[in-house]
T-cell receptor, first 114, second 109 residues
Framework: ETGVTQTPRHLVMGMTNKKSLKCEQHLGHNAMYWYKQSAKKPLELMFVYNFKEQTENNSVPSRFSPECPNSSHLFLHLHTLQPEDSALYLC?????????????FGPGTRLTVL | GQNIDQPTEMTATEGAIVQINCTYQTSGFNGLFWYQQHAGEAPTFLSYNVLDGLEEKGRFSSFLSRSKGYSYLLLKELQMKDSASYLCAVMDSNYQLIWGAGTKLIIKP
């Protein structure tokens, strides 16, 4: 595997379900990110981890819970979601978080909440 | 508040040149990125500008004017595979990327 991988690629869940999204980066990077991408809207940054420590949480509802066990893996745990949470969830990584550090994105998980 | 503006959609002809503009108002500036995103795929990095001027990379060039809060992405010799969304993002004073909604570029034969 190379780059940034995400599983599953597609997920359909009910509002009472609990599920987790997984991201893995094979680039030796130190920072990892979760983004939400809705149609015709800008990417919304949800969480940032740098050296496994959460450095940003952009007012994300508690029904989204991130976990970063090491610099290569990032999870997003989902519970009691709402239909408006349906979107593409993108994971990204970068060498660092300062200027000039380009982010490498995974293919995303297309989430549908019924 | 922070804001990135770019056109929603543009159409161009194969073999031609197209310029996609991006204007921004952010709290601080630590560089501007352009990404390409094909439908159903991950965004991929195209360019990074932190100083004023033009950066050329093959068929793609990116320009920045910090005093005007303005950038553009120039695509030359357009190919059908260039049909995609182009995302402008600015890194603010907290080193967070502020994203535009993207410009969908449609290439016609």
């Amino acid at each position: 595997e190379t780059g940034v991988t995400q599983t599953p690629r597609h997920l359909v869940m009910g509002m009472t379900n609990k599920k987790s999204l997984k991201c893995e980066q094979h680039l030796g990077h130190n920072a990892m990110y979760w983004y939400k991408q809705s149609a015709k809207k800008p990417l919304e940054l949800m969480f940032v981890y740098n050296f496994k420590e959460q450095t940003e949480n952009n007012s994300v509802p508690s029904r989204f819970s991130p976990e970063c066990p090491n610099s290569s893996h990032l999870f997003l745990h989902l519970h009691t979601l709402q239909p408006e949470d349906s979107a593409l969830y993108l994971c990204a990584s970068s060498q660092g978080t300062s200027g000039g550090n380009e982010q490498f994105f995974g293919p995303g998980t297309r989430l549908t909440v019924l | 508040g922070q804001n990135i503006d770019q056109p929603t959609e543009m159409t161009a002809t194969e073999g031609a040149i197209v310029q996609i503009n991006c204007t921004y108002q952010t709290s601080g500036f630590n560089g501007l990125f352009w990404y390409q995103q094909h439908a159903g795929e991950a965004p991929t990095f195209l360019s990074y500008n932190v100083l004023d001027g033009l950066e050329e990379k093959g068929r793609f060039s990116s320009f920045l004017s910090r005093s005007k809060g303005y950038s553009y992405l120039l695509l030359k010799e357009l190919q059908m595979k260039d049909s995609a969304s182009y995302l402008c993002a600015v890194m603010d004073s907290n080193y967070q990327l502020i994203w535009g909604a993207g410009t969908k570029l449609i290439i016609k034969p």
